[in-house]
């Protein structure tokens, strides 16, 4: 009888590490869960990244903040330096680009600005470039991400300008981009306050003087970081 008692023990220790083990080989991770994900993204030089490299463009930069919770399985770009929203609007047209993505970013205007061109006509063509980034997401507005307008005034290339003039400029128009956002219940970020927060630290400026550095892309990815997700998410 004696005898019997280890032999028992020893069964239901078997039993218990056998079913231990097939549970633990069951636990999946939470991202097993969440299909990849494909992100594109719509705008002028502050999106290619004009004088930085590839990975340190702002919407490469969030990729990288977001991969430990969402896997990113294509990042498209349809960008290139001195793009106003017409300009960008064909160059969609003329790209071949899958037909749905998840999220659709969108940051344009600042050419508009610079060249003097009207409030007005760039209200129409930013309300076409919205439609045309919820086409890409089964006409979801809410997985379309809009950056708002940072303000080049701060950069060296700036020196000789009033600071002040373009600040309003960039300010009225950044109010449009926001009016049309609230419309369609766009998600909307307002980046224009970073830019403007580091007048004197030359290292948020790239090497042309004109432009926004990585580190700088860094810190507008991160205060989308929490709204991409949001998206990518659903």
């Not at 060249?115 to 063509?125: H, I, Y």
């Not at 997985?143 to 300008?161: Q, T």
């Not at 306050?193 to 030359?202: T, W």
């Not at 700088?216 to 949001?230: F, P, T, V």
Request: aromatic content about 10%.
């Amino acid at each position: 009888m004696l005898y019997n008692v280890p032999q028992r023990l020893i069964c239901i220790m078997i039993v218990f590490f056998i079913s231990f083990s097939s549970i633990s080989f069951t636990l999946t991770n939470p991202m097993d869960k969440i299909p990849s994900k494909k992100i594109l993204a719509l705008g002028d030089s502050y999106t290619i990244g004009e004088s930085v490299l590839e990975s340190e463009r702002w919407s490469a930069q969030l990729i990288e903040f977001i991969k430990k919770d969402i896997s990113i399985s294509k990042h498209d770009i349809v960008a290139q330096t001195g793009w106003t929203t017409f300009e960008l609007q064909d160059a969609i047209a003329s790209r071949k680009l899958d037909k749905h993505y998840d999220l659709v970013t969108l940051l344009i205007g600042v050419n508009n600005q610079y060249r003097g061109l009207s409030k007005e006509e760039f209200r129409k063509d930013f309300q076409q470039l919205l439609q045309t980034a919820a086409n890409f997401t089964s006409g979801n507005f809410q997985h379309v991400m809009v950056l708002s307008i940072p303000d080049w005034g701060v950069s060296p290339f700036a020196s000789n300008r009033d600071k002040a003039q373009i600040a309003k400029e960039i300010d009225a128009f950044n109010s449009v981009v926001k009016e049309e956002c609230q419309k369609l219940h766009v998600p909307f970020v307002d980046i224009t306050p970073i830019s403007r927060a580091y007048p004197n630290d030359a290292t948020m400026i790239a090497e042309d003087g004109l432009h926004f550095s990585g580190k700088m892309y860094a810190l507008w990815a991160k205060a989308a970081q929490e709204e991409a997700l949001k998206i990518l998410k659903k």
